[in-house]
């Protein structure tokens, strides 16, 4: 794929939505070498297996996380000592990409909320800010090219979501360490919304009283919104949102697909933090 998230090729190729219903729900987690060798991380080019080709000399150690902004208690975290405060806990997640296809994963990592908590928001604090790490000497897709992603990836969320203790920094995957590939050795997940919101490799988390910018917005704003919450009502502007292609399953000549849910099936715990808002606008 030469440019932007565009929907896989597979997805034009089996016929899309009209086989939904032929194809049972997965949830069971997707293999490991799937989790683990379709990726989307562009710093390492915009392939899905260049990821794991291409991220060989990344060096996720040693690694900091700088928390700052509107805090009570600025701080420059070193990795180990965010695991040793905040722990591990393994949560499997239903993951859903803006190009339609999903899996479902083992993380391991703790609650955003946890570690927002330690650094005390301050009054008028409304949004938390996320800006990847820019190393172009390790990573080749931050090596010119004509590709319109600008580095650092930035991404943001209101601070309701960022404190809803669906939201994880994940350190690990499947009980092991994050590989490079999938955003070593600190990234977020928010189970509700499409994978774009998951900035991997995480260097620096910053309170605002502004919505931050985020990288595929600044890119193409008419179809990357900033709130990016699974909907299978509102389609992206090149193709449909009402069903995903299950990665993982099915074979080379049909792919497996099952119907997107509302919030990627989190509207019980999530869909209040969304009330009186028009979700076709907010997209
Ligand atoms: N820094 C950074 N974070 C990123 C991306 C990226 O290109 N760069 N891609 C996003 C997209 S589009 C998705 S779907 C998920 C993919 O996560 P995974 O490869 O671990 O499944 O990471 C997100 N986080
Ligand atoms: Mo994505």
Redesign the pocket.
């Given at each position: 794929m030469a440019a932007g998230?565009g929907a896989s090729s597979a997805f034009a190729a089996d016929g899309g939505p009209d086989n939904v219903a032929a194809w049972p729900a997965a949830e069971k987690p997707t293999p490991l070498n799937d989790?683990t060798h379709?990726?989307?991380?562009?710093?390492f080019g915009t392939d899905k297996s260049d990821?794991a080709e291409l991220s060989g000399s990344f060096k996720p150690t040693p690694w900091s996380v700088q928390v700052d902004g509107m805090v009570d208690k600025p701080k420059q975290w070193d990795l180990a000592d965010l695991q040793k405060q905040f722990g591990q806990e393994e949560r499997l997640y239903r993951?859903r990409?803006?190009?339609a296809w999903s899996?479902v994963?083992p993380w391991n990592g703790f609650s955003l909320a946890a570690l927002l908590k330690a650094a005390g928001p301050k009054v008028g604090a409304r949004y938390v800010a996320f800006t990847?790490v820019v190393r172009p000497s390790e990573m080749p897709g931050q090596r010119g090219g004509l590709f319109a992603?600008k580095w650092p990836?930035v991404e943001g969320l209101r601070l309701d979501e960022a404190m809803h203790p669906l939201t994880l920094l994940a350190t690990g995957v499947y009980g092991q360490a994050l590989p490079a590939?999938?955003?070593a050795p600190i990234?977020l997940v928010v189970p509700w919304k499409?994978?774009?919101k998951?900035?991997?490799?995480i260097t620096r988390i910053t309170l605002t009283d502004q919505q931050p910018p985020t990288s595929w917005n600044l890119m193409a704003p008419e179809e990357y919104g900033f709130y990016a919450n699974v909907n299978p009502a509102v389609d992206h502007p090149r193709w449909s949102q009402a069903s995903e292609q299950i990665i993982g399953e099915g074979s080379l000549f049909r792919s497996a697909r099952k119907p997107t849910q509302l919030f990627n099936g989190y509207a019980e715990q999530v869909a209040h933090l969304y009330q009186g808002m028009d979700l076709r606008k907010d997209f």
């Open positions: 998230l989790v379709y990726n989307n991380f562009y710093e990821p993951m990409c803006v190009e899996m994963i990847s992603l990836y590939q999938n955003g990234r499409y994978g774009f998951g900035i991997k490799s």
